[in-house]
């Protein structure tokens, strides 16, 4: 304690002066400061496990979805486009203004034939065969589809009726060589087109396309009808 005296003359007891110990004040801090940065560390951590959780599962989810979406869109027996996703196609096509395009329709002769005479597996084997075949033949811009029991479509982007006919010819020729050898003889395909012109809808479109076909077949399976 520190004793003096004031100007009454009385002595007074002044409180005790405590100077803290620098050293220790800073270590103390410091030590606060990496338990608040650890704090930090572990919250930030913490939160970037559950930010990576989350977007394992959004990528789990949208993978999900698109592979949900790709079996909704093709033919599980071929590999090509279905009918659902075909008419999806067929309908963007006619919509976008400028679009020129030209349906063809193929048509397995005889399946029936080769079904009962070679059995389903070899029928199956023979509708692979032609689907492969145009998917091998088209560009990148062209939609294969299957779109009934022995019946494919094809969407051939930018062509005219004339500029199609004599790609699907070539096609015809490719789908005859590789049938060799599936079923015992060359199975051949019927083939129709229809080039989209204004005023077209989607059904008058495939009944054109259609008819070519019949018409193919009745002229005793001419490879190619307009």
């Known amino acids: 304690h520190t004793r003096f005296r004031n100007v009454t003359g009385v002595q007074t007891c002044a409180l005790p002066i405590w100077i803290p110990n620098i050293q220790e004040l800073k270590a103390g801090l410091a030590r606060e400061v990496r338990a608040l940065k650890n704090l930090a560390r572990d919250r930030e951590e913490r939160w970037q496990a559950t930010v990576a959780i989350f977007e394992e599962r959004v990528q789990r989810l949208e993978n999900e979805l698109k592979a949900s979406q790709r079996e909704a869109s093709i033919d599980p027996l071929t ?3 279905n009918r659902r996703a075909f008419d999806r196609v067929l309908r963007t096509s006619m919509e976008t203004p400028g679009r020129r395009f030209t349906l063809a329709i193929f048509d397995v002769d ?3 034939r080769i079904n009962d005479g070679s059995g389903h597996s ?3 084997e023979a509708l692979r065969n032609v ?3 145009l998917k091998s033949a088209v560009r990148g811009d062209d939609v294969v589809a299957r779109i009934g029991g022995d019946e494919f479509a094809l969407i051939a982007s930018g062509l005219t009726l004339h500029q199609a006919d004599r790609r699907m010819r070539s096609m015809m020729a490719m789908l005859a060589e590789a049938s060799m050898g599936i079923v015992g003889s ?3 395909v019927s ?3 229809a080039e989209f012109s204004a005023g077209d809808t989607p059904q008058s479109l495939m009944t054109r396309a259609d008819e070519a076909v019949y018409e193919a ?3 005793g399976r001419k490879p190619v009808s307009c």
């Open 79 to 81: 590999g090509v486009a």
């Open 122 to 124: 070899k029928g199956d």
């Open 186 to 188: 060359i199975v051949t």
């Open 131 to 133: 689907a492969d075949t």
């Open 217 to 219: 077949k009745r002229q």
């Open 110 to 112: 005889d399946f029936k």
């Open 191 to 193: 083939c129709g087109m």
